[in-house]
């Protein structure tokens, strides 16, 4: 009877040389194949519908209650895909959508400015003082303590967006 004789599985068999590394994303350094972020697909960080997802005219958000009379803008909805990468973006299984949040921030950001002139949002401005404060949803308490301030990171973006638009 023959038999096939396998060799045992040594994960040091598919070790690269660094420099092979440094192009692959985080997935595939630990030997998973890329997938998008939001919809699964093989072969990709983001997909290109995806990413549109994030890169889409912000809107106004009807009917959002508990903002009480506070005017609300979204990126996107938080469904499907943008749910999904937002979930992983937050959880850092996604740690490589940093830099697409935020873009996505700051577009918001730029979008809100190109609205909201300086002299509407002062339009009584105290003494020389001005000041703007973009003030994150605070962070849950387990995503605090791991240093994972998503939030604030996304506030800074807006904030950068904000600036860069006013300064044009
Ligand atoms: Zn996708």
Redesign the pocket.
Known sequence: MAQHRHEPWHPTALRLPLDLWAGFSPGLSLGLPTS??????WE?A??P??RELLEAEPFAVEHADAAGDLDIQALASYTG?VRTMVLGWKNGAREDLSEVMARSGRHLGRWWAQTHAPDEVWADPPRGTRALLVVPAPSGVARRLRGRLVAARLADAVTRGISEQWAE
Do not use: E, F, S, V
């Open positions: 998008c972020a939001g919809c699964g697909r990709t983001l997909c519908r995806c895909p």
